[in-house]
C-alpha cells in the first residue's frame, strides 16, 4: 500500500478518516473554505463526483482556515454549508494546516519538499489528481475550476478512459 493510502485523516464531525479505502480509486484532493471567493467551486467538485464517482473516482474535500481565514466555523458549521448550499456528498476532513511547520502529514506527501509537485499551498482549492496507486499526478492552481478541460482530462487518463 501506497504512503497516501496508509495516512487517517481526521474526519469532519469526529473519528477518523482513513484512506486506505481510497485504494483503486482515482482522488482528486482538494483545500477547501466556506467564504472564499472560490467557494463556487464546490459546486463542479459535486458535479465531478457525480460524473465520475461509479467509476472509482472520489473527491476529498479538506477544509482549512489557513487563507485569509476564510473556513473559520466549526466542523458542524461546515457540514451543514457544505450539505445545505451544495449537496456536498463527497469526503470531507476536520480542518487541517496544508503550509508552515503544522502541515498535515498528507500535505507534505502532496507538496513537501521530495514531492513530485513541491511547493506551499498558494490558496483555497488547490487540487492535487492522485492515482490509484497513491501517486501524484498532477497539481492545478486554485483558479483552475472542476469543469476546466485539462482537469476532466488528467482524471479519464488516471480512470483508463
Known amino acids: 500500500m501506497s504512503a497516501f493510502h496508509e495516512l487517517k485523516l481526521p474526519a469532519l464531525g469526529g473519528g477518523e478518516l482513513p484512506l486506505a479505502p481510497f485504494k483503486e ?23 465531478l463526483q457525480q460524473d465520475y464517482g461509479d467509476r472509482g473516482f472520489s473527491v476529498l474535500g479538506v477544509p482549512c482556515n489557513q487563507f485569509a481565514a476564510q473556513e473559520p466555523g466549526s466542523d458542524e458549521d461546515i457540514q451543514g454549508f457544505c450539505r445545505a448550499t451544495y449537496g456536498v456528498s463527497f469526503p ?16 507534505r506527501l502532496l507538496a513537501g519538499e521530495g514531492a513530485d509537485f513541491p511547493g506551499d ?22 483558479r483552475t475550476t472542476p469543469d476546466d478541460p485539462a482537469l476532466i482530462q488528467a482524471i479519464e ?5
Request: glycine share 10%; charged share 20%; aromatic share 10%.
Open 25 to 47: 480509486k482515482v482522488t482528486l484532493v482538494v483545500n477547501v473554505a466556506s467564504q472564499c471567493g472560490l467557494t463556487p467551486q464546490y459546486a463542479g467538485l459535486v458535479k
Open 92 to 107: 470531507l476532513t476536520g480542518k487541517l494546516e496544508v503550509n508552515g511547520p503544522q502541515r498535515h502529514p498528507m500535505y
Open 121 to 142: 499551498i498558494s490558496w483555497n482549492f488547490e487540487k492535487f489528481l492522485v492515482g490509484k496507486d497513491g501517486r501524484v499526478l498532477a497539481r492545478f492552481s486554485p
Open 157 to 161: 487518463k488516471a480512470l483508463g478512459d
